[in-house]
T-cell receptor
Framework: GENVEQHPSTLSVQEGDSAVIKCTYS??????FPWYKQELGKRPQLIID?????GEKKDQRIAVTLNKTAKHFSLHITETQPEDSAVYFC???????????FGQGTTLQVKP | DSGVTQTPKHLITATGQRVTLRCSPR?????VYWYQQSLDQGLQFLIQ???????AKGNILERFSAQQFPDLHSELNLSSLELGDSALYFC????????????FGDGTRLSIL
């Protein structure tokens, strides 16, 4: 069935370092891959997304890469700041429906 | 503010009861999605509606049902509640049905005592 695996489950970095979170999806019909940031007790907030016809997308300190052949996509955060500390979720949506299948989440801690 | 409104913010009730969660999508969005977030299951897709019609279904329990009304607001009904139904229930909306950014509401926290 549809599944998204996300790694690592926790990630601790020093302020200013880069952070990378990786996801693998199983449904080859998936064509839309958003990333959400969720702070404790808050709603998931869309931070960046990528469609299957694009290999990479960048927005300031955040970038996402997609390898359709390997069914991998990754989130890269450069020059991390303490306010980047949160849980990050990757997700995949199939071309047939809009439903999002989420990864298990990565708790990112940025130490000042 | 995402523009998606969910009410109530908190619900506390007992096992066996029934509750209704309400969601108003962002202006102009036709799709509404419901997700359940629990500590051990992460974010799980429940159901999607597009312009009043059911579009996709996830692992939604038979005790749960939903609908989208002509004014596009949606309600999620949970009945015969069990302790394990305690979770955060999020509604999200998007303009279309596929490959569209989904914006989440602030959620309803349901606690079953």
């Amino acid at each position: 069935g549809e599944n998204v695996e996300q790694h690592p489950s926790t990630l601790s970095v020093q302020e200013g370092d880069s952070a990378v979170i990786k996801c693998t999806y199983s449904d080859s019909a998936s064509n839309y891959f958003p990333w959400y940031k969720q702070e404790l007790g808050k709603r998931p907030q869309l931070i960046i997304d990528i469609r299957s016809n694009v290999g990479e997308k960048k927005d300031q300190r955040i970038a996402v890469t997609l390898n359709k052949t390997a069914k991998h996509f990754s989130l890269h955060i450069t020059e991390t700041q303490p306010e980047d500390s949160a849980v990050y979720f990757c997700a995949a949506a199939s071309s047939n429906t809009g439903k999002l299948i989420f990864g298990q989440g990565t708790t990112l801690q940025v130490k000042p | 503010d995402s523009g998606v409104t969910q009410t109530p913010k908190h619900l506390i009730t007992a096992t066996g009861q029934r509750v209704t969660l309400r969601c108003s999508p962002r202006s102009g969005d036709l799709s509404v999605y419901w997700y359940q977030q629990s500590l051990d299951q992460g974010l799980q897709f429940l159901i999607q509606y597009y312009n009043g019609e059911e579009r996709a279904k996830g692992n939604i329990l038979e005790r749960f049902s939903a609908q989208q009304f002509p004014d596009l607001h949606s309600e999620l009904n949970l009945s015969s509640l069990e302790l394990g139904d305690s979770a955060l229930y999020f509604c999200a909306s998007s303009a279309g049905t596929v490959a569209q950014p989904q914006h989440f509401g602030d959620g309803t926290r349901l606690s079953i005592l």
